[in-house]
Every structure is written in C-alpha cells, then in structure tokens.
C-alpha cells in the first residue's frame, strides 16, 4: 500500500492549477494531486540529470588533472 503525505501550495497556485487543467481536459489530468505528482517527478528527473552531468564534468576534470600530474612527474 503506497503511504502518502501532504505537500503545501499556495491557495492562489492550487486554484490556477484547477482552472488550467479542468479548462484543458485533453491533457487528462483529473485533479491538482496528480499533475502536481507529475510535475515533481518532471523536475526531480531533470535535477538527476543535471546532477548526473556536473559528476560527469568533475569526473573529466580529475582524469585531466591526473594525467597532467603523470606527464610532469615524467618530465622530472
């Protein structure tokens, strides 16, 4: 059974959501709760990325700085 808990908006952001998604049912949202739970896992997704991407960077910079450690130590 999945548990759940309450996540806090303000009252004008709750009812421009209702009013976008009951004034736009193709997009199939039946209520706040569930476009909010999209919209979290959306920019969840997308910080996972980023956070994914910045270790990549470090990850080639520590190689970089490895190799130029290695070739200078060869120099001496």
């Not at 709750?14 to 959306?42: G, M, Q």
């Amino acid at each position: 059974m999945v548990k759940y808990s309450t996540v806090s908006i303000p009252k004008e952001l709750h009812e421009e959501i209702r009013k976008t998604i009951l004034a736009n049912p193709r997009y199939r949202y039946r209520s706040v709760a569930e476009f909010s739970l999209e919209a979290i896992k959306i920019r969840l997704d997308e910080i996972r990325a980023q956070l994914e991407e910045e270790k990549g960077i470090r990850k080639k910079r520590v190689e970089t700085a490895l190799k130029n450690i290695k070739r200078k130590l060869k120099l001496k």
